[in-house]
């Protein structure tokens, strides 16, 4: 996805993306995103709460901008709202989050369908995921 700044141009790689206007077969970048899920894990929560979130936030086409965790069923939504971003939080199995814009509504238990939650799901080493 291709952010225009003042005299740059900057390139992000979302886990996930809705884009819902066409672009051009030859364009290889999104610039038009309704929607911009990523999946924090140790590795990458710094760069995605930090730098991509504030990026993404100052873009005029995202409605919503979605971290989700990949060790446990909760996110964090930011929805766009004629004041500015709303935080909202979602977390455990019976959780939904609304995506009208979409006509989606996805229930968290659908979103970590097959997801097993253990101690060996834990690729990298981090003590926020330390399971007991």
Known sequence: ?????????HYYYPDLQVVCEKKAPADVH???QVLIIEILSPSTRDYDLDEKLS???KMPSPKCYVTMEQHTRFAIV????????LRETYE??????????????PPMRDIY??????????????????VD
């Open 55 to 57: 990026a993404n936030l």
């Open 113 to 130: 369908d097959g997801i097993e939650f253990t101690a060996t799901c834990v690729q990298e080493p981090d003590e926020a995921y330390d």
């Open 92 to 105: 455990g199995t019976d959780a939904v989050i609304e995506l009208p814009f979409i006509a989606c509504t």
């Open 78 to 85: 930011m929805r766009r709202k004629p004041s500015g971003f």
């Open 1 to 9: 996805m291709r952010i225009d700044r003042r005299d740059s141009k």
């Open 30 to 32: 999104q610039d038009n």
